[in-house]
Nanobody
Framework: QVQLVESGGGLVQAGGSLRLACVAS????????MGWFRQAPGKEREFVSQ????????YYADLVKGRFTISRDNAKNTVYLQMNSLRPEDTAVYYCAAGPNVYSYTYDEKGYDYWGQGTQVTVSS
């Protein structure tokens, strides 16, 4: 079992930046592929980004490609999501997820076993 706690959300103007962090409990963080998802009001939760165990492979949804960067620090049990050039349509609750059985590009949330509580990101126009 792993517990995930996100932080770094907030209110930002369009064009601004935020850096989300997700800290995992336990000693097995490096065994999990990690993902970021988001859910806007009235919409289903959607894939944002994924990073492999070593950090050597990253994947992005087309909507965020070139603007968001995922990274991880296994020594700190932390995965990050650097979000630049934010748009009002990026407004959502952002969740991190851990996938102990994820070994390739996995955008389906069903592939992830553990979830954080989410952090709100609001982008004003």
């Amino acid at each position: 079992q792993v517990q995930l706690v996100e932080s770094g959300g907030g209110l930002v103007q369009a064009g601004g930046s935020l850096r989300l962090a997700c800290v995992a409990s336990g000693r097995t963080f490096s065994r999990y592929a990690m993902g970021w998802f988001r859910q806007a009001p009235g919409k289903e939760r959607e894939f944002v980004s994924q990073i492999s165990r070593s950090g050597g492979s990253t994947y992005y949804a087309d909507l965020v490609k070139g603007r968001f960067t995922i990274s991880r620090d296994n020594a700190k049990n932390t995965v990050y999501l650097q979000m630049n050039s934010l748009r009002p349509e990026d407004t959502a609750v952002y969740y991190c997820a851990a996938g102990p059985n994820v070994y390739s590009y996995t955008y389906d949330e069903k592939g992830y076993d553990y979830w954080g509580q989410g952090t709100q990101v609001t982008v004003s126009s």
